[in-house]
Nanobody, 128 residues
Framework: QVQLVESGGGLVQAGDSLRLSCAAS????????MGWFRQAPGKEREFVAR????????YYADSVKGRFTISRDNAKNTVSLQMNSLNPEDTAVYYC?????????????????????WGQGTQVTVSS
């Protein structure tokens, strides 16, 4: 079992930055690839970013590429999402998730069903 707790959400203006963090406890953190997803009201859960177990490989949704950066610290059991140049379309509840799998296929890692553990989410609201 892995417990995930997100933090860092809030209300910001368009163009601002936020840094989300996710603290993991339980089983060995470095055994899991980590992902960030988001879900806006009335919409499906959407892939945002993923980082491999070692942190050496990162993937991003096209909508956030160049603005968001995912990182992890295996010594501190944390994964972060630095979000810059936020816009109202980024408004959503953001979730971190842990995955034991190692596939590099986008059809795999963008699918929220493959992730084994989820946090409770943190709200990000971007006003125009």
């Amino acid at each position: 079992q892995v417990q995930l707790v997100e933090s860092g959400g809030g209300l910001v203006q368009a163009g601002d930055s936020l840094r989300l963090s996710c603290a993991a406890s339980g089983r060995t953190f470095s055994n899991y690839a980590m992902g960030w997803f988001r879900q806006a009201p009335g919409k499906e859960r959407e892939f945002v970013a993923r980082i491999s177990r070692s942190g050496g490989t990162r993937y991003y949704a096209d909508s956030v590429k160049g603005r968001f950066t995912i990182s992890r610290d295996n010594a501190k059991n944390t994964v972060s999402l630095q979000m810059n140049s936020l816009n109202p379309e980024d408004t959503a509840v953001y979730y971190c998730a842990a995955d034991l799998g190692t596939s590099y296929s986008s059809s795999y890692y963008q699918n929220h069903h493959v992730y084994d553990y989820w946090g409770q989410g943190t709200q990000v609201t971007v006003s125009s």
